[in-house]
């Protein structure tokens, strides 16, 4: 019988040109070959190479058993790598930290760690008490994806002297109805990255109802910062490839992945129309991006 | 956790051909389903565009007061043209037997004609309705308008030809975010029984709001002002990706009011009808938080019907002539004359708008309008039933941010219109931010009022069937009218203490007015006038409409608010201001003169020289909520032979809202002028106690 796997990896090697003069370098597998899984990918790749490291793109097939590491950029990338025969540790990029969480328990004994996209509750706690100091009622939708993190907020923005209204929908049908509950008596809404509760048919409903109550929102990314988010703390692209990029180096030369963390950069938009239409007075962007760093190590 | 295991496929030969290809186009094997992390880079719709957005007050270039849902719901007002009394600088009042007076800073007039009324931006004065506004024929139900916009001066920029004396824009609600269904009932004193009902559906791409509104009162009693409405609204908005939106709105009301006086002979007892439908058709596309480009289309059509017969036996009676004197001087003729003031009139609105951030700092607006009415009413004009105006315009505006405590904001449009020519209408103001929450603004604005038709071409006449005039009234002379100027300057102060809760908008003003079109009279023309007509009662004095006037208007006016505590919210309004009008006669004519120290005194006591208003707010347990208003206005003159003395009026409103299993219902007792017993138009018509009670039921 013959053995595919090593017809595949032959193959790669042939066709793959960049595959076959190789060493032992960092692999980088994308999710997709589209933004932003590519983007990131050649950040690192660049980045990498500048360094003086071998690093390629390569598909999960194609990986070799003595890379010293593999890149796993997006959740079906991990999927993938984890999958695969290979051993090699592993560094998740661009991926939640719940997702994370459940993909590397069935990682067995294989070393695997990551740098998370979503931020951590502190820091969100951290830029309301700066953006928003006088907020002092703070509400959340929850689904059962977003649960824990809501109660993690809570206790966060317990630090700040902040409390935390949270209401709970199974879907997206009962978001409304729960929103209308929710905002009767509250300062500011955060919106957690949950498919149930923020999609492209729910977000137009939520802003514009949480607009109608004069209540800014907080946002995960730049797209909810256009949407009409007041607010957003998200990493961008490049901060995001920097912190592999710190976790690659670390890895290469002490010989073992770091712990699993949250991007250490961030950024905290405003979306200027929406803050002076609600009579926000925000910092610029800069200033409160450094002000949220500075708070959020000491509350 | 199961593990997908690519590697292990079924056949030998089908398995190489999926190598490669896998190989070739990189695996994208486990990415079919949506990926957690979609959600931070899935592009979302830009709702809140900068259209969308209310005006931020302390940025805005002139003086704007936001009447938002709270206001309106605890002002216990029930038309929108209550709702004016809500902004310092406006006189309002329900003129008995007529649209009501709604007029900002002075200058009034038998018909109000100066102030800009909107919905969605679509133009509402009336190229009919004497050039005014006609507030009881707006085709918006007042539980769908999400907010007010009121522009306290003039923005020709922002809001076209007309927006010279005041702008009223009315936004209307998307159903997004609505309840499902909506059935209110309004039933109190002076036979007000009001129905509303309101459908709406809700979709991923778009909704769908559908409004029915029944409108009725008695009025005054022992007055014929007797006012029925029926509306319709419909208004859909639909995505069509992320960056498009499309909206539609369509809507009809029909009025029908008792007009005229039992035994009058020429405007003798009688309902009027007037008719009105609109469809629009909106584009807008929002390519980020400051870029937009919208494209608006809307056709309204307006229909009076309004006609009745002169008794020229009476009249002749009244004259001193034997009825067969009379069937004589009329033969062949009958000597029942019918007199048609029905009307007719169509406008097209075409405008676009293109808002960008080039940079930062600045931001700009730009765009045009074109816009066409045609009236046609044999009764109203006459010689040449029917008539048109074309207007186009042009605009633009910079908002320039050169450090962050300073804001510039510049603007112009260029307009041209049939009646009154072409002119520019600039606009700029400075504001400096001396500390976050508190703004100087500084800011100069002209702006031109057009004449309507009717001031330029009104030809009212009564004519037997076959076309000889009996008499002629109203003709204007008005070929040769210019349009009205306005130049005014102001200096406000914004500030909000937040940790009190205070903030308030104040705002010192200079306005002056010139070219103002007053009538005159003037003997109709020989030869205008063909027999029969009753001897001693001549053919009838014209209105001869010229630009004779100028005004001067200072002011103070301001707008408080307190949040006292966390339930009790108190707003103060407050307008000073003192109106200084001169006539002066280009032509010399004899009555003119003799006219003008009438004119003047009206004209210098249009606004009262203090007005003030004060409400609060108050939400007890259960969720039940008190508001109470108290307002002072002085004396003034509506018109030249009526003196309105100072009055005081007091308004309250209790809401207590209730659950019927899982639908959200609220109950509101409402007393507007709890005191009764005074005028706010003409001393002869005294308003009474208003009181209703309006059951709301959310599905």
Redesign the interface.
Known sequence: MIDLRRCLLLLAVWLLPAAGVQAAGVSVVVSADERPYRDVAELIVSGLQRSGVTATRRPVDALADDDPLVVAIGTAALTNVLAAPQRTPVLALLLPSATYAALARGAGSRPVSAVFLDQPETRLAAALAEAVPTARRVGVLVSDESREPAERLRTALRRHGSALAVRAVADSSEVLPALEILLDDLDVLVVLPDSRISNRYTVPALLLQTYRHRIPVLGFSQSWLSAGAALAVFSTEAQVADAGLAAIRETLTTGALPPPRHPPQFVVAVNRYVARSLGLTLPHEEALGERVRQREVRP | ?S?????V?PE?RR??VL??A???T??????AQ????D??????????S?SR????V??APAAVTVID?EMIRTSGAREIWELMRLVPGMTVSNAVGQSPAVVFHGLTGQFNRRLQVLIDGRSYFSPFFYGGVNWRQLPVALEDI?RIEVVRGSDSVGYGANAAHGIVNIITR?A??MPKATVLAMQGAQGVGDRMARATL?G??GSLRVTVRDTHDTGIDNYRDDMASLLFNLRGDY?LGVADSVRVDVGQIRTSTDVGEIGDLFDPARRRVVESAHAMLAWQRAM???DEVSLRYFRSRERIRDSYLIDYLAVGAAAGLAAPVVTGLFAPFSTWVPLNYDAESVRDDLEFQVSSTPSDTLRTVWGGQWQHDRVHSPGFYFSQPTVAARSVRVFGHAEWRPR?DWLINVGAAWERATDGGAHVSPRASVSWHPA??HTLRLGAARAYRNPSLFETRSDLAVATADGHVIERTDLAQGATLQAETLRSLELAYLG?W?PIGLSTDLRFFDERADRLIISGSENVPAGLCSAPFIPGRSCLTADDTLNGQRARILGFEHSTEWHLARHTRVRLNQAFMRVRTAVYDRTSRADMASKIPDIERQQDASAPTHSSSVSVTQQLPLGAELSLTYAVQGAMRWTQNSYLPKYRRVDWRLAVPFRIGPTHAELAFVVRNQEGGHAEYRPEHVEPVRAFATLRVDL
């Open positions: 956790m593990r997908i295991n690519l590697v496929l030998g398995a190489a190598a490669l896998v190989v070739l990189i695996p994208v094997t486990a990415a949506p990926a957690p992390e959600a931070y880079f899935e592009p979302l719709p830009v709702v809140l900068v957005l209310a005006q931020p302390a940025e849902q999400e998307q997004l975010g809700q991923d791409d995505r980020g938080p400051g962050p976050p929450e909000r937040a």
